[in-house]
């Protein structure tokens, strides 16, 4: 989907445990966006990144949730002891300062 | 929260019929952008609007930027079965980051 690429797909997790979710941009971008999707919901802003520095992360929740995006290699948004309420579908975006263009996310489910 | 008001919230239309559907706020916006999402995927991006009173189309796909900067409607003509799917209307803050407020989505179902 629009060359932005993101795995797992599917992530199953039981309560306690982490997941780690990662995200390659497509070719030349450098702004890399995270949002979550709840069922018959539109998709929240999580967190902003760009090489290696976090831009906004005004809707990571405090606790458990952390993200990043090395010089090499993909975004990584981690969630920590996870919980029943983490399930939800991850959705990446990147762009290189206009157009933002979606993965195909990762659906997470925590049993 | 910030959100964006999106309607309707759902449409069952025949195919060729002419859709139109909109997303109001009561804050400033300096970009609009509209996606499609289809079950289990990512949202697509079908139309992106940068200044006010713009107009802009793809394909049956018209969409305009208000002049308040507060809204933008999307105009589907002549539609058929694979236009099913939610459309999701988003903007980007005035004076913010470049992160996307989504509206609620319209979910569109084509009979043929």
């Known amino acids: 989907n629009a060359g932005v690429m993101q795995n797992p797909r599917h992530l199953v997790r039981r309560r306690g445990q982490e997941a780690r979710l990662r995200c390659s941009p497509m070719?030349?971008?450098?702004?890399v966006y995270w949002y979550r999707q709840l069922p018959e919901e539109g998709l929240k802003f999580m967190v902003y990144l760009q090489k290696e520095n976090i831009i906004d992360e005004s809707g990571m929740p405090k606790e458990r949730f952390s993200a990043e995006f090395p010089k090499e290699g993909p975004s990584i948004l981690r969630i920590q002891q996870v919980v029943r309420g983490d399930s939800a579908a991850y959705f990446c975006?990147?762009?290189?300062?206009?157009?933002?263009?979606f993965g195909d996310g990762t659906r997470l489910s925590i049993l | 929260g910030q959100q964006l008001n999106q309607s309707p919230q759902s449409m069952f239309i025949q195919e060729g019929e002419d859709v139109s559907m909109n997303c109001t706020s009561s804050s400033i916006f300096n970009t609009w952008l509209w996606y499609k999402q289809d079950p289990g995927e990512g949202p697509v991006l079908l139309i992106a609007l940068y200044k006010a009173g713009e107009l802009t189309s793809n394909g049956r796909l018209t969409a305009q930027f208000g002049i308040t900067r507060k809204d933008s409607f999307l105009n589907i003509s002549a539609s058929i079965p694979s236009d099913v799917g939610i459309y999701f209307c988003a903007g980007q803050l005035i004076g913010d980051t470049d992160k996307l407020i989504f509206g609620t989505g319209t979910r569109l179902q084509v009979f043929p």
């Open positions: 975006a990147s762009s290189q300062g206009l157009s933002q263009h």
């Open positions: 070719k030349g971008h450098s702004h």
